[in-house]
């Protein structure tokens, strides 16, 4: 069968980087790059995705079949094509690509505008001719850490406001299960949907995007499932009994699932959000109760902040509530789950009003987003770039940096950086001042991961996310 081209690792870079193999200063024999978020909509970054590319790209050797394949389409395409230097990776590296890696534990928090990702290309003594690999695999490297990078931040971000309202109203038990992963079906691929799904995953263990459960699974050795799920109604199965026998499909979802612990959610806003309310205050409320169950109604539409009060308020007539510890009061037997519009402002705007009217952050079973935890991100929603800072000619490190007149917010950093930490605030240096620093105790939080062929740092899923819960 004929190899995919969109297979082929020699056709995943830009275009236009195919050109320069000659365009750097002659006696170039190494280059040194570096990846950070320059700042965005967050203060800080949580690093997540190095992993899941390296296993699934740097770990598959190049082959001259590969290069026969790639060198046909670039000089159609019109550019250059470097084969003499293909060649030399599949012969002389096995195929792999001859670049080190460098980058923060995965799951680690800390501000922007620090180096997460260093990746510096091989200089051997035979071997002068590899200097222009590093910038080459950008395309990739660079798409892969900004996007799980900022999923997981963006999803961090929701943790820190729902924790905020638990710790004020209620209980923090339930935090890992208050934000649910809805966003399958809004990303752009099925890729998109594993990597965003699985950084999601870092931060809360309630998710519906099967492709990010088992990418965790996958590439980062979770033994077991990171998420559990939970039976759910959509409007398709509630509308096919027809408006007339609404209170039977209700009933149908409680008689199959309903039991002693469990919880069932129910999309209650089909026709009427309230007599749906009504319903299960009225016909099915003995049913249940006796079950044992915690139900969940599910409100899809309206303002969130005024639908999931209004929709509190009208369950406390018929299930009542018990006065917390907090003095906030909690709903018996059912939970209100909203699932449309949620972002950052609609949570706090939620639970601040649910709050201020009395109620505990608690009567949220959970929040269901899509879109805007998986899709409604880009890279400047952090400021993401990867930039050469120094070039090895002649055997001298020379320092490379850019300071556009026109934009100072992208000027670059000097030099072989690496990020340091002493109790808990980090700095960006060089690597020639990492040993002075060193003696005032401060550590280096970069580590080796990729280096020529070989995976040699793994972190497991649950490092990952006891790093991130620090």
Known sequence: MKKLLTSNPLLMSDGYKYSHYVQLPPDTTKSYSYIESRGGEFEETIFFNLQMFIKRYLLTQITMEDIDQAEKIITAYGMPFYRAGFENIVKNYNGYWPVKIRAVPEGKRMPTSLPLVTIESIDSES?????WAASFLETQLLRAVWYGTTVAT??????????????????????????????????????????????????????????????????????ELPSGGVPAMEHSTVTSWGKEREADAYRNMLNHFAKKGAIVSIVSDS?????????????????????????????????????VLKSVRNLEKYFGSTENSKGYRVLN???????????????????????LSGYSADNIGTFGQGGKLLQAVDRDTMKFAQKCSAVLIGGKWVDVFKDPITDSGKRSKKG?????????????????????????????????VYDNGKLVKEWTFDEIRAEASK
């Open 416 to 448: 072989r950086v690496t990020t340091i930490e002493l109790d808990g605030h980090f700095r960006a240096i060089t690597l020639d001042m990492l040993e002075q620093y060193q003696a005032g105790g401060w550590t280096e939080v970069l580590q080796t």
């Open 154 to 223: 963006n999803s961090y971000e929701s943790k820190k406001i729902i924790k905020h309202f638990l710790e004020e109203t209620g209980t923090v038990e339930a935090l890992p299960y208050m934000l649910w992963d809805f966003g399958a079906r809004g990303v752009s691929s099925q890729e998109s949907a594993e990597i965003g799904g699985a950084a999601h995953l870092v931060n809360f263990k309630g998710s519906d995007t099967m492709a990010g459960i088992m990418a965790a699974m996958d590439y980062y050795g979770a033994t």
């Open 127 to 131: 071997d002068k001719d590899l200097a």
């Open 271 to 307: 026709y009427d959000l309230f007599n749906a309310i009504k319903i299960f205050g009225t016909t099915l409320k003995d049913q249940i109760i006796s079950s044992g169950a915690t139900l969940v109604v599910r409100p899809d539409s309206g303002i969130p902040a005024d639908i």
């Open 333 to 355: 037997h059912v939970r209100v789950l909203q699932g449309d519009g949620i972002n950052h402002t609609s949570i706090h705007s939620i639970l601040l009003n649910l709050k």
